[in-house]
């Protein structure tokens, strides 16, 4: 057998655990020493590659195997997806090795390494030239952490979105723009958020009565119901999240008022309900990324 290291283009980029062996040696992980094992090696049938483990040493070899129905296979070739020079090892216990975003996680924090992963219930595979993809989630705080940004990394979990995610937060943090008030009081679209302000607050799900000129810091819904409420306009801080979104050439999701149910994709863009659901951010996701 001719050894052969499968070039970038040619690697696929993930593996299930069920495809993938461990098996531990006691030579050298080397071009020749691989080849001598891959000499006389046999396979579990369903086994595509082996990780091959020397101490602290990795190297992972794809199998190509005889044909047959036995459930153990005579390796009739082989290439070398990494050796121990470009093959990291992590122990990442809650990892879960066959969900795709996890693993996108993973070779993020290892660039241009293959890393090999052991994660939940201690099951291993590994990860190679894996192209990451961005998604931003716009979202504003208080209540904190981001309502948005939970929702979105239980929608990576669940096994139901197939792309190599990675997700930044862009927080919007309403407190920052209680400075920009200039009124005596200041208003907020709900109490459940928990803001507070040093001045005379309300809150507009409780339709109160005003006794001060207030300055109301909310999205263009909030702007609209006042108006219904009091038949007048009122100084206004703008803290929609989508109004905030800095670089629309990142895919990103944002929650949005307008949204009634389920999802609208503008662009780059993924608009959610306020109280999305992780199968409506299932949907939206696999949409913007499809």
């Known amino acids: 057998m001719t050894v052969r290291i499968i070039t970038e283009s040619r690697m696929c980029e993930?593996?299930?655990?069920?495809?993938?062996?461990?098996?531990?040696?006691?030579?050298?992980l080397t071009e020749e020493n691989i080849s001598i094992l891959m000499?006389?090696?046999?396979?579990?049938?369903?086994?595509?590659?082996v990780i091959l483990r020397n101490g602290s040493d990795h190297a992972v070899v794809r199998l190509m195997k005889e044909e047959g129905v036995n459930l153990f296979k005579k390796v009739i070739d082989f290439?070398?997806?990494?050796?121990?020079e470009n093959t990291v090892f992590t122990d990442i216990p809650e990892a879960?090795?066959?969900?795709?975003?996890?693993?996108?996680?993973?070779?993020?924090?290892?660039?241009?390494?293959?890393?090999?992963?052991?994660?939940?219930?201690?099951?291993?595979?590994?990860?190679s030239n894996m192209n990451v993809m961005r998604l931003n989630v716009a979202d504003t705080v208080p209540p904190s952490p981001s309502k948005l940004g939970t929702?979105?990394?239980?929608?990576?979990?669940?096994?139901?979105?197939?792309?190599?995610?990675?997700?930044?937060?862009?927080?919007?943090?309403?407190?920052?723009?209680?400075?920009?008030?200039?009124?005596?009081?200041?208003?907020?679209p709900?109490?459940?958020?928990?803001?507070?302000?040093?001045?005379p607050t309300y809150f507009l799900d409780e339709s109160p009565h005003l006794d001060h000129d207030v300055t109301l810091i909310g999205c263009d819904l909030s702007k609209r119901i006042f108006l219904s409420?009091?038949?007048?306009?009122?100084?206004?801080?703008?803290?929609?999240?989508?109004?905030?979104?800095?670089d629309e050439n990142v895919k990103t999701?944002?929650?949005?008022?307008?949204i009634a149910k389920g999802h609208l994709i503008e662009g780059n863009i993924a608009k959610v309900p306020w109280g999305a659901t992780v199968p409506e951010i299932v949907d939206a996701v696999n949409d913007l990324f499809s």
């Open 14 to 28: 993930r593996m299930h655990c069920k495809d993938v062996s461990v098996r531990d040696v006691d030579v050298r």
């Open 39 to 49: 000499s006389d090696w046999k396979a579990y049938t369903r086994a595509e590659f």
């Open 190 to 199: 709900c109490r459940v958020s928990g803001l507070t302000a040093g001045v």
């Open 253 to 258: 999701i944002v929650k949005c008022c307008k």
């Open 79 to 84: 290439e070398i997806v990494s050796l121990p």
């Open 229 to 246: 409420l009091y038949k007048r306009d009122t100084e206004f801080v703008n803290v929609c999240p989508a109004d905030h979104i800095t």
């Open 151 to 188: 929702l979105v990394r239980r929608a990576l979990s669940t096994g139901f979105i197939e792309h190599p995610i990675i997700v930044s937060d862009i927080i919007l943090d309403i407190t920052e723009r209680i400075a920009e008030v200039r009124t005596e009081a200041v208003m907020f």
């Open 96 to 127: 879960d090795v066959v969900n795709v975003p996890a693993l996108a996680s993973v070779q993020n924090a290892f660039p241009g390494k293959t890393v090999v992963v052991r994660g939940m219930f201690s099951h291993m595979s590994f990860v």
